[in-house]
């Protein structure tokens, strides 16, 4: 039998889809499961950018420009002059998703065994653009004891190497929702200029900084125009996840350039989702202040839960929409599985997304699990329940 390649043996599986055949065995057995893996908000999609596409007039769908509509790169370079970022059109090159767009960077950027580093626990699918390229991630650990803090300087000073290219954060952080404050984002520009690096800012949840903290990108960030490659993406910012438009984001010419090719070679994004995309930035504030307060609110409430709970340790959010929980287990991945498979309350359970895929250092984040709190209050309250339920049953500790 013909065999795969080391690549494809070597993909890593997503921790946060990989249980999806246990979730739906359970639900065939009229198991009602309460999901707190995934990043799916509940939030309703602006109609506005909805009412764009049913509304349209396109008698032939056409290809698009491989870099993106001229008319929504123009508009997106506004909205970024709005953010303080102040960028052309010509420095922006729409994707098909953020995660495209990072596909793009990585091959644009290094070559196989070259190495970026990434302060741990990072979106796990890092760690599959990486792999699919041939490149090496360099894990940098950041501590739940420290809020998921940017690790010393020190720390990435001693993992640079000859092969090092880049520096990869998520600012606000998936999956621990950190928000990196303006004197960390300096301190990683000073390292990126003093040792020739890219620094690769993933942006994708800048509306939903909480306690009046700010972002601050790395695009307004002076003297890092050839260093900085910022990735962005609708996704969350406006709950259109299915729409699958992101981009990339430099003032390096060479960078675009490159990524242009990449692009090419699969051609265009799709038209639709950059009608959507082009129409939901005229999505007004109060629509954010909205979706702010209630994220806050669902944050307060699932810490104040958590923390309920003996022998849970949890990191506290400062943005995005998710939190990293240390429960008092030995293997969290087997605990996911067993909630499916076998644990009830009433006929409901809980689907949880294990750290250990959050990670790149074997080992760590095995006690550990990521809650995407995108559900309202009340499943939420629910889900922790049954959470501590499930912690006191549970075996296999």
């Known amino acids: ?72 790169r123009e508009k997106l370079a506004h909205y970024y002059a709005k953010n303080q970022i102040h960028i052309t059109a010509q420095d922006i090159l729409v994707t098909t998703g953020g995660s495209e767009a990072l596909s793009f960077v990585m091959g644009s950027i290094a070559d196989t065994t070259d190495e970026i580093i990434i302060p741990e626990p990072f979106y796990a699918n890092y760690n599959g653009f990486a792999t699919a390229m041939g490149i090496n991630v360099v894990p940098v650990v950041s501590h739940i004891d420290d809020n998921f803090a940017l690790p010393p300087i020190a720390e990435f000073e001693k993992l640079i190497t000859a092969r090092t290219k880049a520096i990869l954060i998520c600012n606000p952080g998936n999956p621990t929702g950190y928000l990196y404050s303006r004197d960390e984002i300096q301190k990683l520009a000073a390292i990126a200029k003093k040792h ?29 125009d050839q260093h900085a490659i910022m990735v962005d993406s609708v996704s969350k910012r406006y709950s259109m996840c299915g729409a699958r438009i992101g981009c990339l984001v430099s003032r390096n010419k ?67 929409f998710y939190c990293i929980a240390e429960l008092p287990i030995d293997d969290a991945d087997d605990f ?18 294990p750290a250990a895929g959050f990670y790149a250092s074997k080992g760590l984040g095995k006690n550990q699990i990521r809650i995407a709190y995108v559900l309202d209050k009340d499943r939420l309250t629910r889900a922790v329940q049954i959470l501590k339920e499930a912690l006191l049953n549970y075996k296999g500790k």
């Open 1 to 72: 039998m013909p065999s795969i390649s080391k690549k494809g043996s070597a993909m890593p599986e997503s921790p946060i889809r990989k249980l999806v055949p246990f979730a739906e065995q359970a639900k065939k057995e009229g198991v009602t499961v309460i999901h707190l893996n995934i990043g799916q908000p509940d939030i309703k999609t602006p109609k506005i950018a909805l009412d764009a596409v049913k509304n349209n007039t396109l008698s032939v769908l056409e290809y698009s420009r491989t870099e993106g509509s001229e008319v929504y």
């Open 196 to 224: 020739n690096l890219f620094l690769i800012a993933d942006e994708v949840y800048r509306e939903f900084t909480y306690d009046g903290k700010e972002h601050y990108s790395i695009l307004q960030e002076p003297g890092l």
């Open 254 to 320: 060479e960078v675009i350039k490159t990524a242009l090719k990449f692009a090419q070679a699969r051609l265009s994004p799709p038209t639709y989702a950059q009608i959507a995309s082009e129409a939901a930035l005229e999505t007004p504030q109060s629509y954010f202040d909205a979706v702010k307060e209630e994220y806050v609110s669902r944050r307060n409430l699932l810490i104040k839960e958590l923390e309920k709970i003996d022998g849970v340790k949890v990191g506290h959010p400062q943005g995005a």
């Open 336 to 353: 996911a599985k067993w909630l499916l498979e076998e644990f009830r309350v009433d006929g409901e359970t809980v689907m949880v997304a």
